[in-house]
């Protein structure tokens, strides 16, 4: 059941012809690039050009501007035909006196119709229904759940409030790269510094199974963090980590260079395991492995004479690096690498 201050829909106080001139785009519009895909555009134009526009936008009068229309609903197919038909007027389905919160709802059911709607998009939407109805009665509404509104607007408010240290184009991006299971992870950073440069990565396309990695290290770092009643950012780093990280990848460089079972299960024996002390170190060791031990985080080395065996890694829940040897399917040895 629809809220009361949701009115029904009830037939256009009038259908006019105007000019498109006239028409001012809703300030509940929550697109942020809806007009940016060209082709996309022109088939919609192609489309109204063969068929006709239905259904017409609907308007309403503006509440600020005597004699002008505010669009409620069909932004994209206003610019479609103003732009590439060249058109100069067009028909509208007008309403008078409704109230704000219909018109809110109606922008957003138009929007959220489409399938490709960000995350980001939503959040700006939703943070318009703050002081108009209650969150259950809007998750009602828009047949979702007050959890993943709540999560689209802390995701939106968090990426507004990162501001500079993104930047506009890796704002964008980032916007446009947050799906929802990277969004999930998103929110789950406590570390600012470390936030923003989990952003960074979403503006890059980090694959999902990485930025998990990086999570899963940066809250173990504030967890340790806390413990110690430490308070320096999990950015910085010192020249021990730095170090360790550096002793870490040449013994796996080593290990590499191995040329039989004899030279790799020595090697192995003698690796050491000093703890990386910050997230850099621990990101940095991370990537060189996955390039030493290739994408799927494995190599094989076939040894003439003593068959194959595997030497690969992996990540651990807790955040721990476990580098395994197998010879013939069992696990020879194994040792952790602890943030």
């Known amino acids: 059941m629809q809220p009361d201050r949701i009115q029904p829909l009830p037939l256009p106080d009038e259908i006019i012809e105007a000019s498109i001139d006239l028409v001012d785009p809703s300030p509940y519009q929550m697109r942020i690039d809806a ?11 192609n489309g109204i050009q063969r068929l006709g526009m239905d259904p017409i936008p609907k308007v309403r009068p503006s509440p600020t501007k005597a004699g002008r229309f505010q669009m409620m609903t069909g932004h994209r197919r206003l610019e479609a035909v103003r732009k590439y038909l060249k058109w100069k007027t067009i028909k509208l389905a007008v309403y008078k006196n409704l109230s704000e919160e219909t018109v809110l709802f109606l922008v957003g059911e138009d929007n959220m119709a489409r399938r490709n709607i960000y995350p980001y998009e939503k959040g700006k939407y939703f943070n318009l229904w703050k002081d108009k109805l209650p969150v259950d009665n809007v998750a009602q509404l828009f047949g979702t759940t007050p959890k993943m509104i709540y999560s689209w607007m802390m995701f939106t408010n968090s990426v507004d409030e990162l501001g500079d240290p993104l930047g506009v184009d890796k704002k964008n991006q980032l916007i446009k790269n947050a799906t929802k299971p990277k969004l999930e ?8 510094n470390d936030l923003v440069e989990a952003c ?6 980090v694959s999902v199974e990485d930025l998990q990695t990086f999570l899963v290290a940066s809250l173990n770092i504030s967890a340790r963090r806390a413990s110690s009643g430490g308070g320096t950012s999990s950015k910085s780093s010192g020249n021990n980590g730095g ?5 870490i990848l040449a013994q796996f460089k080593r290990l590499d260079k191995a040329k039989t079972f004899e030279e790799l299960t020595e090697g192995i024996k003698g690796l050491k395991a000093p703890t990386l002390k910050t997230l850099d170190d621990y990101m940095q060791i991370k990537a060189q492995l996955d390039e030493i031990h290739n994408a799927k985080n494995k190599a094989i080395l076939k040894i003439k004479k003593t068959g194959t065996m ?3 890694h992996k990540l651990e829940p807790d955040g721990a ?8 399917g069992k696990v020879e040895s194994t040792i952790r690498f602890r943030v």
Do not use: G, P, T, W
């Not at 170090?243 to 002793?247: L, P, R, S």
């Open 35 to 45: 007009y940016e895909d060209e082709e996309d555009m022109k088939q919609l134009a």
């Open 310 to 312: 595997q030497v690969y």
């Open 200 to 205: 960074n990565r979403v503006a890059n396309n």
């Open 185 to 192: 992870l998103l929110l789950q950073f406590k570390d600012s």
């Open 243 to 247: 170090n360790n990280a550096k002793v």
């Open 321 to 328: 690096i476990v580098c395994l040897h197998e010879q013939a």
